[in-house]
Every structure is written in C-alpha cells, then in structure tokens.
Nanobody
Framework: QVQLVESGGGLVQPGGSLRLSCALSGSVFSILAMGWYRRAPGKQRELVAR???????TYVDSVKGRFTISRDNAKNSVYLQMNSLKPEDAAVYYCKMDLQRRNDYGVEDYWGQGTQVTVSS
C-alpha cells in the first residue's frame, strides 16, 4: 500500500525556521513531480512549492527567497525548508506526489496526512 508520511511541523516564533519532510511508504514504479501545499483557516488550499523529477522548482510568490523545496529520489522523499517564517505562513501543510504505481498505470496523485505549522510569538 502506498502512503505518504509527513513530519516536521510544529510551533515556531516569527522569523524562525522549520523543515518539513515527506516520505513515500511502499513500492512504486515512478515518481514524477513532488510538491507542498497548504491550507490556512478560511482560505483555499494553495500550492507552495513544486519540484519536478529533474529538479526544476516553482514557488508561490509569497515564499520565494524564504522556502526551499528539495527531493531525494533515492529515498522517495521531498522536503521543505522554511526560513524567516511569518504568521501568515501558519497552515496545515500537505505533501503531494504524482506517481505511477506500475508501469502500465496512469499517473495518480497521492497526498500526505498534513502537518500543522503554527507561527506565533
């Protein structure tokens, strides 16, 4: 069974840092793009950062220069280093992987369970 397991959320003061991790549990044929999304109370879910298999990255404007997404293909994992955190970064963060479970399957979206990030003094 394929699952994404997240870790690394928590409470941090404004200006602080957190590193989120997301690891795939189970066996798949291929992982294409990986990404991090977030949903704050009363807001829609938004894409925070995305990394293609080759390493190309995209970020939402509000986190550019502060957040860094990376991946370890050997470990089937994706990370989000968050620096200079602001109160408006507080949200539940979800990882997502676009993957093929088998070579004759199409691409499917898999989501992590979510991890809470709270930014408060």
């Amino acid at each position: 069974q394929v699952q994404l397991v997240e870790s690394g959320g928590g409470l941090v003061q404004p200006g602080g840092s957190l590193r989120l991790s997301c690891a795939l549990s189970g066996s798949v044929f291929s992982i294409l793009a990986m990404g991090w999304y977030r949903r704050a109370p009363g807001k829609q879910r938004e894409l925070v950062a995305r990394i293609a298999r080759a390493g190309d990255t995209t970020y939402v404007d509000s986190v550019k220069g502060r957040f860094t997404i990376s991946r370890d293909n050997a470990k089937n994992s994706v990370y989000l280093q968050m620096n200079s955190l602001k109160p408006e970064d507080a949200a539940v963060y979800y990882c997502k992987m676009d993957l093929q479970r088998r070579n004759d399957y199409g691409v499917e979206d898999y989501w992590g369970q979510g991890t809470q990030v709270t930014v408060s003094s």
